[in-house]
């Protein structure tokens, strides 16, 4: 392709004890999308925080309209015009838009004592047009949708004369109708010369929207490739170097009549109605439906996250009280939330209390202490035992991959050796080959008698781990369907079924 933008060759970067990347590179021309593929862990997000000046690299160079540059700092990175949308939206609810966009940089008036607001207002409206954005400058970001919120990171990008834009993920979190905004929008830019690096894990979409993609693995630069021209399977092929496990159904022989978890008439204010179901022991329950169907609310719920109005629960056929997280640890639950980051996980400390925090009363010698040597070596088996990629059961967490995060969540749960596992968007964040593994464990797990909830917004994923599939729409159970039955029309017409 002509009209290179931006060149990174022989980046190398290294941490204590891990070699980042080593001798990778990248390009970017006017006007491309070109997506940046790999595993969690590949080193696709430490390379563009090379480039967007969070990371000084060890070695390599970078080319940026032709000269060669050296970005020291964020700030440097956004002046050249390279902006970065991260996967968790970077804006403060309580200011309006038009502040959000400009802030540290808001005009001001005559004798530069006030801020000017309507001067502030026209100029995010010019460039709202420019980008035939429909917002409202003066809207506060807490009355926006998620997908709203986006626009205005892009328009803030934008706001810097962005001339490289990285998008991470920038999908995770919309609806389909949604996803076809961005991506006109994504169109526009590309017509206007903007180049811009997208970063996802939904094939579906790197196929509808990129040109080009630059496959990483370990650190390494594999392959660039045309979008158009490459199979999705070679594309999965280059990712992960071996074999993905594959897309078998769950064993049904494991799943028995014993049903180990019923809810009945579940109810919580408008959000849940008569919620009934049971989970059998050995048994992968799926959970399908829209956004806002009801499904994290039900596992918020049984887990005692979320106070109910009415209803009961039943562990082992005993009724249980479940007012509290506690209460349902205390009865052999586990709850591995969509948000793992906020509710599962305590990013800032290492990989073995992680694992520990659960069952940490297990782990006091007789006067109160924790028995460390007991921790590192419990760590250290399920470290091997799920294949944690780690340097050590002592590196932080939020060192580590995706994929090995929510690892370390089954790990916590495991150690406290829960009979049932709920697991809401298990794989959400995670690359294709993660989420192999963990489709791997769960079925494992199902195996050793465990039972799972899964809840999880993509139905392939749905259909290829359930042995039975509950409906939900608008806070009802529309329908139930078993292994034989299931489809992803059968699911569709149960999720878009209202029941007044």
């Not at 506060?140 to 962005?162: G, R, W």
Request: negative net charge.
């Amino acid at each position: 392709m002509s009209n290179v933008l931006l060149k990174m060759e022989g980046i190398s970067k290294s941490f204590p004890g891990v070699k980042a990347l080593s001798d990778v590179k990248f390009e970017l021309c006017s006007g491309e999308v070109h997506s940046l593929l790999g595993e969690n862990g590949a080193g696709k997000s430490t390379l563009m925080k090379v480039l967007t000046g969070i990371y000084q690299k060890d070695e390599g160079r970078i080319i940026y309209q032709g000269k060669e540059v050296e970005i020291t700092d964020t700030k440097m990175a956004q002046n050249l015009g390279i902006s970065i949308i991260h996967q968790e939206l970077n804006l403060m609810p309580d200011l309006t838009v038009a502040q959000n966009i400009f802030i540290g940089r808001e005009p001001r008036s005559k004798f530069k004592l006030f801020l000017d607001e309507n001067e502030l207002n026209r100029k995010t409206q010019e460039l709202f047009d420019q980008l035939n954005l429909n917002l409202d400058p003066r809207a506060f970001i807490s009355d926006l949708t998620v997908a709203k919120q986006q626009m205005v990171e892009i328009a803030k990008a934008l706001s810097f004369n962005a001339k490289v834009l990285i998008m991470d993920e920038p999908t995770a979190a919309l609806t389909d109708s949604e996803i076809e905004t961005l991506f006109e929008i994504i169109n526009r830019l590309r017509s206007n010369g903007v180049g811009i690096v997208y970063i996802s894990h939904r094939m579906d979409e790197l196929k509808r929207i990129t040109d080009r993609i630059t496959v990483m693995r370990d650190g390494t630069y594999i392959d660039t490739v045309i979008t158009k021209e490459v199979p999705i399977d070679k594309i999965i092929s280059l990712m992960v170097g071996r074999q993905i496990y594959g897309t078998s159904k769950p064993v049904i022989e494991n799943v028995t009549d014993e049903v180990v978890l019923e809810v009945k008439n579940l109810n919580r204010g408008k959000v849940l109605k008569d919620i009934n179901f049971n989970l059998k022991k050995g048994e992968i329950l799926g959970f399908a439906g829209l956004m806002g169907a009801g499904r994290t609310e039900v596992a918020r719920a049984v887990f005692g996250a979320d106070r109910i109005d009415s209803g009961e629960i039943f562990i082992n056929g005993e009724k249980v009280q479940i007012k509290s997280p506690n209460d349902a640890v205390e009865n052999g639950i586990g709850y591995l939330s969509e948000d793992r980051k906020r509710f599962g996980l305590m990013v800032d400390m290492d990989v073995k209390t992680n694992i520990a925090i659960s069952s940490i009363k297990e782990f006091l010698n007789p006067i109160g202490w924790a028995n460390d040597d007991k921790i590192s070596e419990v760590s250290k088996e399920m470290v091997e035992k799920l294949g944690v990629k780690t340097p050590s059961i002592n590196q932080l967490l939020k060192n580590l991959s995706g994929g090995n995060q929510q690892k370390v969540v089954i790990a916590k749960w495991l150690t406290r050796d829960c009979d049932v596992l709920i697991f809401d968007e298990p794989t959400r964040g995670i690359d294709v080959g993660a989420k192999g593994e963990i489709y791997k464990l769960l079925n494992e797990l199902a195996q050793q008698g465990k039972s799972i909830i899964m809840i999880s917004s993509e139905l392939p994923e749905i259909l290829r781990m359930s042995h039975r599939v509950i409906v939900m729409c608008e806070g009802r159970i529309t329908g139930e369907l078993s292994y034989e039955n299931a489809s992803q029309e059968a699911i569709m017409s149960y999720a878009t079924k209202r029941i007044s």
